[in-house]
């Protein structure tokens, strides 16, 4: 994966190695969690960053869009880092609430599910549902490339500048199939988070989903 600043705050985080310019426009819109998230030591995305995930075997169109997203889809409330000042599992108070998607947290400190980092909450106004799915590319630079229809719900948005890199990455440049209406505004956007309101993402009772935590 490759991670490329690009203007104001924006970063790219690009998975090289699309295979085809066009892509299948069934099962936009489905949920994802990106590949990033089954390693242990990833904190999570930063609401400054659009993440484009080719080759997403969880979508039928085979991309996984990261949309200005805070956190880890796996973990609505984030969590303090659970690790000491030499980098090893805390002694005391060990209570991971993020783990590998699919596991549940464990308060054994040698649980290799376990996220030891610090991973922030998701923010209320930008959950999962407005900012990961898969998606497909409507439009690029390449005007003989194939490009996909978004469906009725969607629009088709500009999120990836063209980087000037080699081995394919361009052919992930252009816009992407975004919900209508949850274009991101760099200014002015809630930083309210799931931990300072878990209701809002459905966290608290006993009914709660895995992603909010240990219960």
């Known amino acids: 994966m490759i991670r490329k600043p690009s203007a104001g705050l924006w970063s790219v985080a690009l998975l090289l190695g699309l295979s085809a310019l066009g892509c299948n426009a069934g099962g936009v819109g489905d949920p994802c969690t990106p590949e990033d998230e ?19 075997f969880q979508c039928e169109t085979r991309l996984c869009l990261v949309n200005h997203f805070q956190g880890r ?45 610090s991973v922030p909450a998701q923010l209320t106004e930008r959950q999962t549902d407005k900012a990961v799915y898969c998606s497909c590319r409507c439009d690029g630079p390449d005007k003989n490339a194939r490009y996909c229809e978004c469906p009725e719900g969607f629009k088709c948005a500009k999120l990836v500048d063209e980087l000037k890199i080699t081995n ?14 949850t274009d991101y505004v760099e200014e002015g956007y809630s930083t309210e988070t799931c931990r ?3 209701a809002k993402c459905g966290c608290g009772g006993e009914n709660q989903p895995d992603e909010c935590g240990l219960k």
Do not use: H, W
């Open 38 to 56: 089954y390693q242990q030591n990833f904190n999570g995305f930063q609401v400054t960053e659009t993440n484009v995930e080719s080759r997403s």
């Open 168 to 181: 394919g990455a361009g052919q992930l440049a252009g816009s992407y199939c975004i919900r209508s209406g």
């Open 73 to 117: 889809v796996s973990c609505r409330q984030g969590q303090g880092s659970q690790l000491d000042a030499a980098g090893m599992p805390v002694t005391s108070g060990y209570a991971p609430k993020c783990s590998i998607p699919g596991t549940a947290p464990s308060n054994n400190p040698g649980d290799l599910n376990n996220i030891n980092v």
């Open 196 to 198: 300072d309101n878990p």
